[in-house]
């Protein structure tokens, strides 16, 4: 991965790619779901732009009913919770006992149903993490074709660009996400962000 895309978690990588065409006004007809449509628990391994840095390994976690998003990467001590609904990404950093609140970053999520906008072709059909995906054919925000393949129920499974794998799913459970684990501990220090 290079540029932005070692710094997005995989729904705001597919929130990157869904927009990307454009802000166009209607889903496209054959075209995925980008947001999932159950809850959904994603181990997934992301690829770094250096080949001799071994993969990354995070965790993201869904709640389809209030549309909330947790990712946290493994052994850190930081990790983000994005409110969609409330356009709010709150980023929490256990070690400093601080949390930072931002605006979300991209255009708003596709809602429940809702196909994604833009310019899609595709592909073949994957196993990925046991789990049965589609490949799409799009371009990312920054112009590149990428390779993206989504679970019918909006599930990122996996994400290519040319030859070189950049997100793949290695574990996938579509238990029910306790409210819980999508807010913040009490007791934290807020922390103005620096450019917000």
């Known amino acids: 991965m290079s540029g932005p895309w070692r710094r997005l978690a995989p729904a705001a990588l597919a929130v990157?790619?869904?927009?990307?065409?454009?802000?166009?006004?209607?889903?496209?007809?054959?075209?995925p779901f980008v947001t999932p449509q159950r809850d959904v628990d994603i181990r997934y391994a992301l690829a770094s732009p250096d080949p001799s840095v071994p993969l990354q390994h995070q965790r993201m976690r869904w709640s389809a009913g209030t549309r909330r998003q947790r990712v946290?990467?493994?052994?850190?001590?930081?990790?983000?919770?994005?409110?969609?609904?409330?356009?709010?990404?709150?980023?929490?950093?256990?070690?400093?006992?601080?949390?930072?609140?931002?605006?979300a970053p991209g255009p708003a999520l596709?809602?429940?149903?809702?196909?994604?906008?833009?310019?899609?072709?595709?592909?073949?059909?994957?196993?990925v993490a046991g789990e049965q995906c589609t490949?799409?054919?799009?371009?990312?925000?920054?112009?590149?074709?990428?390779?993206?393949?989504?679970?019918?129920?909006?599930?990122?499974?996996?994400?290519?660009?040319?030859?070189?794998?950049?997100?793949?799913?290695?574990?996938v459970s579509h238990a029910a996400q306790p409210e819980a684990i999508f807010v913040p501990p009490d007791g934290l220090r807020t922390i103005q962000a620096a450019h917000p």
């Open 72 to 103: 946290d990467p493994e052994g850190s001590a930081t990790y983000m919770i994005t409110d969609y609904r409330a356009g709010r990404l709150t980023v929490v950093d256990l070690a400093r006992g601080a949390r930072t609140v931002i605006p």
């Open 135 to 171: 490949v799409w054919h799009t371009r990312d925000t920054d112009g590149r074709v990428s390779d993206v393949c989504y679970s019918d129920e909006g599930d990122l499974l996996q994400a290519a660009q040319g030859d070189r794998i950049v997100v793949r799913a290695e574990q």
């Open 16 to 31: 990157a790619l869904a927009h990307a065409a454009g802000p166009a006004a209607r889903a496209a007809e054959d075209a």
């Open 110 to 127: 596709s809602e429940p149903g809702q196909r994604a906008s833009g310019d899609w072709s595709r592909g073949e059909t994957l196993l």
